[in-house]
Structures are given as C-alpha cells and as structure tokens.
C-alpha cells in the first residue's frame, strides 16, 4: 500500500506529465497554423525551419514517452534537451527574457524525472 507521500509524489508527477504533454502539443498546434510571415519573422530572428520543426519532433516524441515506463526517462531527458535547445537559441538571438521563460519547463521535466514514473503499471498475470 502505498504512503500518502508516495501518493502525493504519484499525483504531482502525474499532473506535471498532463501539463507537459498539453503546452507540447499547444506549441506544435501554434506552429503549424503559423502565417507565413510569423514563419519568416521566426526564422530571422531566431533560427531557420527545420531547427523548429526538429525540436518540434522532439517535443512530440517526449510527449509520447511520457506515457510508457520504459520511456519516461529518456523521454523527459529529451524534453530538457528541447527546452534548453529554445532557450538557448532564444538567448542567441537577444531575447533574454523569452528565454528565462523556458526554464520553469526545463525544472519541470527535471522535476518529473525526480518524482518517478506517475502511472500505476499492470501486474503480469
């Protein structure tokens, strides 16, 4: 049986995967109904298409991970890495700022790799 702690860790972890997996697919969703000129702004400032589109990738295949056991792990690894790789480039280009606002996701998918897999796991029969 499990502890209150042990539920309350299960319980946070879990909502930071929902909130995780749901401002992922917002960013994917908010890219690809991007007008062409946001499209070339974007690619002026910060960094060209296919840099967006790869970490775009990496954020949808985090996304899918998080729901297995097996790839909780690498998968918030690979959410670290994108997170960090925006705000990295967002710092390149000037915005400081912008970039300060990665880190609270980087702290989160940091922070879920902490608490552990949330999911109760099916039992082999």
């Known amino acids: 049986m499990l502890s209150i702690m042990d539920k309350a860790r299960k319980w946070l972890c879990g909502a930071l995967v929902v909130f995780t997996i749901a401002i992922n697919f917002k960013h994917v ?8 000129e946001m499209r070339r702004q974007i690619e ?5 298409e296919t840099v967006l589109v ?7 295949l985090a996304s899918c991970g998080f729901l ?6 690498p998968a918030c690894l690979l959410q ?11 710092l390149r280009a000037g915005h400081v700022s912008a970039a300060l606002l ?10 879920m790799i902490y608490l552990g897999y949330p999911f109760p796991h099916t039992k082999k029969i």
Do not use: H, N, Y
């Open 102 to 111: 990665e880190l609270p996701f980087a702290l989160a998918a940091g922070m």
């Open 80 to 90: 670290v890495i994108c997170v960090l790789a925006v705000g990295g480039l967002q």
């Open 68 to 73: 297995f056991r097996r790839t909780f792990k």
């Open 44 to 48: 002026i400032s910060f960094f060209s």
């Open 29 to 36: 969703w908010d890219v690809l109904t991007l007008s062409p």
């Open 54 to 60: 790869t970490i775009l990738i990496g954020g949808v």
